[in-house]
């Protein structure tokens, strides 16, 4: 039985999937405590932002535990079908996914569910749906063609391909780094985001995942009602005034 560990540091979330033996699969327990954490995160006033990473640097994540689904009869025309891992939008705090190793299926899936991906350059990552006789699921094609167009994706899903890190940069997935760096840039990518308003943060967060398919005329107005709002709260006086007199800003 793997585990999912939470640990907070300087008002960053580190949720660590732990299931070595597996490439950090996850079985029904850590399922269910992956929802605990993602309910933790959200209403815990100390975190501003959330990492997720894999457990010894060989995976991030390679799925639903298949064993698991085997012996509990999901597939097939009496199964009681998969259910899915990733869920964080509609979370409001940032999600940013540090990728060593593995993340296939869902776990490929998980990591399009994060906001933010930084990506080893030997990992590989992708879709495996079709290689299982399924339909990829858990929310991957819908991420997948908004995050990169129809075009690209199509070619991922439909030959079933895995990227490496670079490749996975070049197709605008991830920021790719060396290996050994994979967990700190996504901790400092982390520590950034959470020096900000997290007002703001949230705000930017809902304009890009509620507006990008509005027609063009609502999305600005949209935009534009959000951003006024901004202005006329205590951050932006903060800000602004941190500005003027040379100074780091306290939010």
């Not at 995976?59 to 998969?82: E, H, K, M």
């Not at 869902?106 to 399924?134: E, H, M, N, Q, Y």
């Amino acid at each position: 039985m793997g585990q999912v560990d939470l640990t907070v540091e300087d008002r960053v979330a580190v949720i660590t999937l732990d299931n070595q033996d597996k490439h950090n699969a996850v079985d029904a327990p850590m399922r269910a405590r992956l929802d605990e954490i993602y309910a933790a995160v959200e209403t815990d006033d100390d975190v501003r932002v959330a990492v997720i990473c894999g457990a010894g640097g060989k995976a991030f994540c390679s799925g639903g535990l298949i064993d698991g689904y085997l012996d509990r009869n999901a597939f097939g025309p009496q199964g009681t079908g998969v259910p899915p891992i990733p869920r964080p939008w509609p979370a409001t705090k940032p999600f940013i996914a540090a990728i060593n190793g593995y993340a296939y299926g869902g776990g490929f899936a998980l990591a399009l569910a994060c906001d933010l991906r930084v990506i080893g350059k030997s990992a590989s990552i992708g879709p495996a749906g079709l290689k299982r006789g399924t339909v990829q699921g858990a929310q991957t094609i819908t991420r997948l063609t908004r995050l990169i167009g129809a075009s690209k994706a199509l070619e991922i899903l439909l030959l079933s391909r895995y990227l490496d890190g670079q490749q996975a940069a070049q197709a605008g997935l991830a920021q790719v780094v060396d290996d050994a760096d994979v967990l700190e840039t996504a901790m400092d990518c982390a520590r950034t985001i959470a020096g900000f308003s997290p007002w703001t943060v949230a705000m930017t967060k809902k304009l890009v995942y509620e507006t990008q398919h509005l027609p063009l005329d609502e999305a600005i107005a949209q935009e534009e009602a959000i951003a006024a709002q901004a202005y006329r709260r205590d951050d932006a006086l903060e800000g602004f005034s941190a500005f003027n007199e040379r100074r780091k800003p306290k939010f």
